[in-house]
């Protein structure tokens, strides 16, 4: 293959990208989920008909990923089992990203605005609902009850994270608490996807969190907002809920804005 083949976009894809579709294929064929092994370099190779080095590669790609953890050695313990981490690679990502400055501080917050915002109004619309529907059939209103307690865990969390940043000590205690009232917040929702990558926004952010503590100084108008942002969604009011979550942002990175 030629330097110019390999630029175009429609290139023969490399042997490990090749690998790493033909895993894919393998986790989804054979039911595969967390805690399962892979079987060895050896045996992928040969089952895909490829070079072991092309696997190894792979294999690497998705480790950086969290997508599998490799044992080395021989045994029954040996080889690469899938785990359950993608928050930690996405939060890598996010982080690198933000300090080479290819992502920009408006982006992530523009980001964690539509992601909030969707979130508190899921949140306050499963509310409303539950609250004035009444149970049709049993199994529908098991499901209900089901969703609703893991709602209403999710808003006791955020109220436990207002009365623990309340008595925070310092800005990065504070901004501890902050991060666990806004997990909450996307837990709320009801999607395990929003809260994973809530998760790695959140962790990506932390030392600018800290550092838009500090330039407040008084956090009184940042609980003000979590207050009210708890309270719509208890309420199950899906417009004020949303408000209050973009009043927020913009109280915490002024200038980061859709309008600046």
Same mark, same amino acid.
């Given at each position: 293959?030629?330097?110019?083949? &390999?630029? &175009?976009?429609?290139?023969?894809?490399?042997?490990?990208?090749?690998?790493?579709?033909?895993?894919?294929?393998?986790? $989804? !064929?054979? =039911?595969?989920?967390?805690?399962?092994?892979?079987?060895?370099?050896?045996?992928?190779?040969?089952?895909?008909?490829? =070079?072991?080095?092309?696997?190894?590669?792979?294999?690497?790609?998705?480790? /950086?990923?969290?997508?599998?953890?490799?044992?080395?050695?021989?045994?029954?313990? !040996?080889? #690469?089992? *899938?785990?359950?981490?993608? $928050?930690?690679?996405?939060?890598?990502?996010?982080?690198?990203?933000? $300090?080479?400055?290819?992502?920009?501080?408006?982006?992530?917050?523009? /980001? +964690?605005?539509?992601?909030?915002?969707?979130? #508190?109004?899921?949140? #306050?619309?499963?509310?409303?609902?539950?609250?004035?529907?009444?149970?049709?059939?049993?199994?529908?209103?098991?499901?209900?009850?089901?969703?609703?307690?893991?709602?209403?865990?999710?808003?006791?969390?955020?109220?436990? @994270?207002?009365? @623990?940043?309340?008595?925070? &000590?310092?800005?990065?205690?504070?901004?501890?608490?902050?991060?666990?009232?806004?997990?909450? *917040?996307?837990?709320?929702? =009801?999607? +395990?996807?929003?809260?994973?990558?809530?998760?790695?926004?959140?962790?990506?952010?932390?030392?600018? @969190?800290?550092?838009?503590?500090?330039? *407040?100084?008084? /956090? $009184?108008?940042?609980?003000?907002?979590?207050? +009210?942002?708890?309270?719509?969604?208890?309420?199950?009011?899906?417009?004020?809920?949303? %408000?209050?979550? %973009?009043?927020?942002?913009?109280?915490?990175?002024?200038?980061?804005?859709?309008?600046?």
């Amino acid at each position: 293959m030629t330097t110019d083949e &390999r630029r &175009r976009p429609d290139a023969r894809p490399r042997a490990f990208e090749e690998v790493l579709a033909r895993i894919e294929e393998r986790i $989804g !064929a054979d =039911g595969l989920t967390v805690g399962d092994r892979l079987p060895g370099e050896r045996q992928l190779a040969e089952q895909l008909g490829v =070079g072991r080095s092309s696997v190894r590669e792979a294999l690497r790609v998705l480790e /950086t990923l969290g997508v599998v953890a490799s044992q080395a050695g021989r045994g029954p313990d !040996a080889g #690469a089992v *899938l785990t359950s981490r993608p $928050g930690n690679a996405l939060t890598d990502l996010l982080r690198l990203h933000l $300090g080479l400055a290819t992502l920009s501080m408006r982006e992530v917050i523009d /980001t +964690r605005l539509m992601i909030e915002q969707w979130a #508190a109004a899921r949140a #306050a619309a499963a509310n409303a609902a539950a609250n004035a529907a009444a149970p049709a059939r049993m199994a529908e209103a098991e499901t209900a009850e089901a969703r609703t307690a893991e709602a209403e865990t999710a808003t006791a969390r955020m109220a436990e @994270a207002i009365a @623990a940043m309340d008595a925070a &000590r310092d800005p990065a205690e504070f901004v501890e608490h902050d991060i666990a009232f806004h997990l909450a *917040l996307a837990e709320a929702a =009801g999607n +395990r996807l929003i809260v994973a990558v809530m998760r790695a926004l959140r962790d990506a952010l932390r030392r600018y @969190a800290v550092d838009a503590v500090v330039r *407040l100084g008084d /956090t $009184g108008g940042l609980q003000d907002d979590h207050r +009210r942002i708890h309270r719509a969604i208890e309420d199950g009011d899906a417009g004020a809920a949303a %408000a209050a979550v %973009a009043e927020h942002l913009a109280r915490a990175y002024p200038g980061s804005g859709p309008d600046s």
